[in-house]
């Protein structure tokens, strides 16, 4: 999927107490209710904290040469975590585990001040050796509000079956 307009929600917007296993189904599509705007405060702070020394990220002036002749680029793992935490209060409030995270792509540049937004479908639903819980399998998408794809990703969670959990 390259576009947001293949991404055309099959349900409204989530954000409620829908979030057990229960409640996926295979095929089903939204767009997070939230969106976030990346700042310089967070492209710096994550970006030295965890050392990534590329100059795209760090020094204004070494980007007037670069293809993308803008500000400095917003480290990668910052647009993937904040997709994967815009996208979580609808697909992970109810995990017990994350299982993994798989076919990591960064699609497009992310720069200060861009908003990101997420979208999911859900690819697969799948039992457990846990009676309590079963594994659901999404893809998720990182967009900036120009439609632009900027993140993509398979992620596996383990989620809480509703009528083991629910009082």
């Known amino acids: 999927m390259t576009d947001t307009q293949s991404l055309a ?21 939204w767009r997070h209710f939230r969106g976030a705007t990346i ?16 100059q795209e990220h760090w020094n204004e002036a070494s980007m007037a040469d670069s293809p993308w002749g803008k500000s400095r680029l917003v480290f990668g793992l910052i647009t993937g975590s904040l997709t994967l935490g815009l996208a979580s209060q609808d697909t992970a409030e109810n995990a017990l585990a994350e299982l993994s995270l798989d076919e990591i792509r960064f699609k497009s540049g992310v720069f200060h001040g861009d908003s990101i937004y997420a979208y999911t479908e859900v690819l697969g639903i799948e039992p457990s050796d846990r009676p309590d819980a079963g594994i659901v399998e999404f893809q998720h998408w990182g967009a900036a509000a120009d439609m632009r794809i900027v993140f993509e990703c398979r992620r596996k969670v383990l989620i809480k079956r509703r009528s083991h959990w629910r009082a």
Not at 16 to 28: K, L, M, N, R, Y
Not at 39 to 54: G, P, R
């Open 9 to 29: 929600p099959s349900k409204p917007t989530m954000t409620e107490d829908s979030a057990w296993f229960e409640s996926f189904e295979v095929g089903q599509r």
């Open 39 to 54: 700042d310089e405060v967070e492209n710096q702070l994550i970006t030295k904290l965890v050392m990534n020394t590329a």
